[in-house]
Nanobody, 121 residues
Framework: QLQLVESGGGLVQPGGSLRLSCAAS??????IGWFRQAPGKEREAVSS????????YYADSVKGRFTISRDNVGNTVHLQMNSLKPEDTGVYYC????????????????WGQGTQVTVSS
């Protein structure tokens, strides 16, 4: 059964950290990624990881602050978010590229339900 289940969202103060996790199962994954959508804005790519070689990609807005990684088994992907800013607020979606992956953020066709991240004092 196709599944992408996110966890780890919440409320954090500016400058704080959160770690999101995504458990993926049920389909071939050429890449796993994270996207986010802020209120009133379009969904945007945040980060991705190519499963063949663990190559990682980041949006310019999060470079140096966010780190994507996966566990040894490869079924869970994490997004470590440091130095969070109010503009990082949004619903974060885990996504899987099940047919192909076009770096840095193309080919994602499976989506999780999303987890809310709020950065506010």
């Amino acid at each position: 059964q196709l599944q992408l289940v996110e966890s780890g969202g919440g409320l954090v103060q500016p400058g704080g950290s959160l770690r999101l996790s995504c458990a993926a199962s049920g389909f071939t994954r050429y890449a796993i990624g994270w996207f986010r959508q802020a209120p009133g804005k379009e969904r945007e790519a945040v980060s991705s990881l190519r499963t063949s070689d663990d190559e990682t990609y980041y949006a310019d807005s999060v470079k140096g602050r966010f780190t994507i990684s996966r566990d040894n088994v490869g079924n869970t992907v994490h997004l470590q978010m440091n130095s969070l800013k109010p503009e990082d607020t949004g619903v974060y979606y885990c996504a899987g590229a099940g047919s192909y992956f076009a770096s840095p953020f193309g080919g994602f066709d499976h989506w999780g339900q999303g987890t809310q991240v709020t950065v506010s004092s």
